[in-house]
């Protein structure tokens, strides 16, 4: 049963740093592109980050672009997103997603068309 399970949110102060983790159960990662997108309250999704099945192309959002990086790791079935210099308006969930159906990354990644998500983990930048 595919299963993506995100961590590593919290509470941090403007201009501090996370680093988000997400690990994929149930299904092999490798040969699919995957990003990140968050949700803060009353606001639309936002895609942030996504990652080419190769990792040797990225598409971000110009709001993290410069701040973000997203990586992985397909021996772990994981991906990552470092997130430097956090600002207030960070603050979201933020959820890792990609779609099982599609190795398109120009339709996942450019479009921002996922299918599959976790639960999300709470990313609050605040003083």
């Known amino acids: 049963q595919l299963q993506l399970v995100e961590s590593g949110g919290a509470l941090v102060q403007p201009g501090g740093t996370l680093r988000l983790s997400c690990v994929v159960s149930?299904?092999?990662?490798?040969?699919?592109?995957i990003g990140w997108f968050r949700q803060a309250p009353g606001k639309e999704r936002e895609g942030v980050a996504c990652?080419?099945?190769?990792?040797?192309?990225?598409n971000y959002a110009g709001s993290v672009k410069g701040r973000f990086t997203i990586s992985r790791d397909d021996a772990k079935n994981t991906v990552y997103l470092e997130m430097d210099n956090l600002k207030p308006e960070d603050t979201a969930v933020y959820y890792c997603a990609f779609d099982p159906d599609s190795e398109s990354y120009y339709y996942v990644c450019n479009e921002w068309k996922f299918r599959s998500w976790g639960q999300g983990t709470q990313v609050t930048v605040s003083s």
């Open positions: 990652i080419s099945r190769s990792g040797g192309s990225k």
């Open positions: 149930g299904f092999r990662l490798d040969g699919y592109p």
